[in-house]
């Protein structure tokens, strides 16, 4: 189709191409700020963190990264939307860095 194309087109032209890219991540003196409370009364746990959702799942991984390091089940653990009074100067949310870091 291509050779088709480019023959009976003198001026427009078609073709494929692959272009070999890298996206290397680096970073030095990330951190992040997270808010944890345990409830008495039942025993749940808080969490609120300074990265953002955006489908790369943070939000289950920090839960059960929490339930891992606490000994609980993941059921007790509640991530809570994020907000600027907690954390307020938290850093980029991209590149897998939020995931790997928060």
Request: one cysteine or more; hydrophobic letters at 40%; aromatic letters at 8%.
């Amino acid at each position: 189709q291509l050779r088709l194309f480019n023959q009976a087109n003198r001026w427009k032209k078609r073709g494929i191409s692959m272009v070999p890219t890298r996206f290397p991540i680096v970073w030095a003196g990330g951190y992040y700020n997270v808010f944890v409370a345990i409830y008495h009364s039942d025993g749940t746990i808080a969490i609120e963190h300074g990265g953002i959702e955006v489908g790369q799942g943070i939000n289950t991984k920090t839960a059960q990264v929490c339930a891992y390091e606490l000994g609980v089940p993941l059921s007790l653990v509640r991530v809570k939307k994020g907000s600027s009074i907690v954390n307020a100067n938290s850093l980029t949310t991209g590149g897998s860095i939020t995931s790997g870091l928060n």
